[in-house]
C-alpha cells in the first residue's frame, strides 16, 4: 500500500534553515508528480510546492518563493523541501502527497502522509 | 486569506442532509476540477471527491459533489456523528499555477 513517511521538522529559530523529507513506498514514485501542503495549528490547508515526476519543472507558492526549494531523488524514492530563512508564519505541519490526476488541472491528492510539524520560534 | 472561499461552519441533525459551497473564479474552479477532503482531528486530509463528482472507492455514496461556473459543492446526506470533521475544497490555479484550498468548513452534527 502506499506510505509517505515525512520527517525533518522540529523547532528552528527565524532565519535559520530546514530540511524536510518525504520518504515513499507502495507505488512507483518516479512516475509521479508530488506536492507539499502546509497547515498552520489551528487553520486551513495551505499548498507549498509541486515537481513533476522528473524534476524537469517545479513551482513553489509565492509566499514561500525564493525561500523553499522542492527537489526530489527518485533513485532514493525521496521528495525534499529545502527551508531557508525561516519566518515565524511558516509554523505548520507539512503533509507530501502524490499528483493523483493526470495534468495539473486534474489536482486532486489521494494520499497523505502523517506529516512533519515545523516550529519557527526564537 | 483562502484563493477559495468556504462557509467557516456548517451543521444538522444525525440523518438529515449538509451542503457545504465552495466559490472561486475563471482561473481555478471555474476551469479545473474540484476535489474534496474530510479531516478528521489529528490526522491527514482524506479524499472524498475528484473530478468534480467522482468518489474513490470507499467512499460512501452519502458523499457527492458538484459543480457549476465558478462554484462547487459538497452534499452530504443521512448524516452520522461520525461526519464530524473539517472539509476542504481544492483545485488547481492555473493563474497561479499553484493547488488552492478553501478554508475549511467544520461540520458539527448536532
Known amino acids: 500500500q502506499v506510505q509517505l513517511v515525512e520527517s525533518g521538522g522540529g523547532v528552528v529559530q527565524p532565519g535559520r534553515s530546514l530540511r524536510l523529507s518525504c520518504a515513499a513506498s507502495g507505488f512507483t514514485f518516479s512516475s509521479y508528480s508530488m506536492h507539499w501542503v502546509r497547515q498552520t495549528p489551528g487553520k486551513g490547508l495551505q499548498w507549498v510546492a509541486v515537481i513533476t515526476h522528473d524534476a524537469s519543472y517545479k513551482n513553489e507558492a509565492d509566499s514561500v518563493k525564493g525561500r523553499f526549494t522542492i527537489s526530489r531523488d527518485n533513485s532514493r524514492n525521496t521528495l525534499y523541501l529545502q527551508m531557508n530563512s525561516l519566518r515565524a508564519e511558516d509554523t505548520a505541519v507539512y503533509f507530501c502527497?502524490?499528483?493523483?490526476?493526470?495534468?495539473?488541472?486534474?489536482?486532486?491528492?489521494?494520499?497523505w502522509g502523517q506529516g512533519t510539524l515545523v516550529t519557527v520560534s526564537s | 486569506q483562502s484563493v477559495l472561499t468556504q462557509p467557516p461552519s456548517v451543521s444538522a441533525a444525525p440523518g438529515q442532509k449538509v451542503t457545504i459551497s465552495c466559490s472561486g473564479s475563471s482561473s481555478n474552479i471555474g476551469n479545473n476540477y474540484v476535489s474534496w477532503y474530510q479531516q478528521l482531528p489529528g490526522t491527514a486530509p482524506k479524499v472524498l471527491i475528484y473530478?468534480?463528482?467522482k468518489r474513490p472507492s470507499g467512499i460512501p455514496d452519502r458523499f457527492s459533489g458538484s459543480k457549476s461556473g465558478t462554484s462547487a459543492t459538497l452534499g452530504i446526506t443521512g448524516l452520522q456523528t461520525g461526519d464530524e470533521a473539517d472539509y476542504y475544497c481544492?483545485?488547481?490555479?492555473?493563474?497561479?499555477?499553484?493547488?488552492?484550498f478553501g478554508g475549511g468548513t467544520k461540520l458539527t452534527v448536532l
Open positions: 473530478d468534480n463528482n
Open positions: 481544492g483545485t488547481w490555479d492555473s493563474s497561479l499555477s499553484a493547488g488552492v
Open positions: 502527497a502524490p499528483h493523483s490526476g493526470g495534468r495539473f488541472e486534474e489536482f486532486h491528492l489521494d494520499y
